[in-house]
């Protein structure tokens, strides 16, 4: 986020801070993090080359694909991330670039891009995890990226951590990740700590 947006995000935890001091913080934070920043700022030129029907490589090599013709980023699962009808135009700040989605045009740009692949890969993965600890126990709910069984108590400890494990199992596309979890047990959900 920007410096105005990161004011306004603060404000909404009751710290006023000035506009140059968040300046100051974001700039800090984006020199410390240049990866980061690096990209962003390759997401943004993976949008024109969609624009443009064109294909082009991002992140991991075999990971993920940007296919141009499609208006999407191919996932590892199969699954595509789609931006249909994905069209710029020229804003005050240079191209501004959106898609159309059921409730009108979205805007998107680099680092929204990257925000939704880091979703998508999330999903992928708790996908592939879930269906590993199906295979002994029942899932029974997912919630972003928490997933819910329902197991007798005489099997408890042994599902735990049979869970736990397979939460920090990661595909081989993505070797590396650092993936860990945490978790507890309850007569309901609301039990769990």
């Known amino acids: ?35 980061i920043n690096q990209l962003w700022r390759d997401a943004q030129g993976m949008i024109r080359y969609m624009v443009n029907g064109d294909s082009v490589q991002i992140g991991k090599s075999g990971v993920l694909e940007v296919l141009g013709l499609e208006r999407g980023v191919l996932l590892p699962s199969g699954l595509m991330l789609r931006y249909d009808d994905l069209s710029g135009e020229q804003g005050d700040r240079g191209v501004e670039y959106s898609y159309k989605t059921r409730r009108g045009r979205t805007r998107i740009y680099g680092g929204k891009v990257i925000e939704n692949v880091c979703q998508a890969i999330a999903r992928c993965i708790i996908g592939e995890q879930m269906l590993q600890i199906a295979k002994k126990y029942r899932v029974v709910l997912t919630v972003h990226d928490s997933i819910v069984c329902c197991v007798k108590d005489d099997v408890l400890e042994e599902a735990q951590e049979y869970i736990e494990k397979c939460m920090r199992w990661t595909p081989h596309w993505a070797d590396g990740l650092p993936i860990n979890c945490e978790s507890g047990t309850g007569k309901s959900y609301g039990d769990c700590e």
């Open 1 to 35: 986020m920007g410096a105005v947006k990161f004011q306004a995000q603060l404000q909404t935890f009751g710290f006023d801070m000035e506009l140059d001091e968040a300046r100051r913080v974001i700039s800090i934070y984006r020199e410390a993090n240049w990866k």
